[in-house]
Each structure stands twice: as structure tokens, then as C-alpha cells.
Nanobody, 122 residues
């Protein structure tokens, strides 16, 4: 069984920073794309950032977070990070990580974490 567990959320003032982590565990053979999404109250879940696998992994960001957020991954730890700087009240949301994982039985599936709350006060 594969699990994704997020951590690092919390309450921060506008202009502050937080670093989210998402660790994958279980029967993992390889991890492909890893990404962060967020869902604010009353809104649909939206894409934040993603990062591909491989030595020279590429990244993509939503326009709303470009220049403020940085996604990275540590393949040895099966972990993806989201460094969030210059936070704004509109960044308040539950943040979810997702990963495309191939297990040791060669099954490929997209997994989601349980989410971590980020609240930015004005």
C-alpha cells in the first residue's frame, strides 16, 4: 500500500513563508510526476505546481504563484517540497500533494495525500 503524507502547514502572516513537505511511503518502485494542488473554501481544487522525474526535472507553476513558490523533490527520500514565500491571504487553502507512482507489482496509479491547511492572515 502506498501513502502520501503532507506536513508543514499552519498559520502565517501575510508576507511570511512556509515550507510544505509530502513524503511517499510503501511499495514504491518509481515516482513520476509530483505536484501540489490547493482548494480554498467554496472553490474548486486548483493546480499550484508540478515537477517531473529524472535528473534534470522540469517544473511548472500556476501564474498566481510564479516567483513566490518553488517546488522541489528529493528522490532518495521520495519527498516533494513546496517552498512558499511572500504569502498572501488568497493563498489560504488546503494544500494537497499528488504523485504518479509505480509499485513493485508494476501497477501505476495516481495517489493523493490527505491535505494540509495553510492559513495566511492579513
Amino acid at each position: 500500500q502506498v501513502q502520501l503524507v503532507e506536513s508543514g502547514g499552519g498559520l502565517v502572516q501575510a508576507g511570511g513563508s512556509l515550507r510544505l513537505s509530502c513524503a511517499a511511503s510503501g511499495s514504491i518502485f518509481s515516482i513520476n510526476r509530483m505536484a501540489w494542488y490547493r482548494q480554498a473554501p467554496g472553490k474548486q481544487r486548483e493546480f499550484v505546481a508540478d515537477i517531473t522525474s529524472g535528473g534534470s526535472s522540469s517544473t511548472n507553476y500556476a501564474d498566481s504563484v510564479k516567483g513566490r513558490f518553488t517546488i522541489s523533490r528529493d528522490n532518495a527520500k521520495n519527498t516533494v517540497y513546496l517552498q512558499m514565500n511572500s504569502l498572501k491571504p488568497e493563498d489560504t487553502a488546503v494544500y494537497y500533494c499528488t504523485a504518479g507512482i509505480v509499485d513493485h507489482d508494476s501497477r501505476s496509479k495516481n495517489y493523493w495525500g490527505q491535505g494540509t491547511q495553510v492559513t495566511v492572515s492579513s
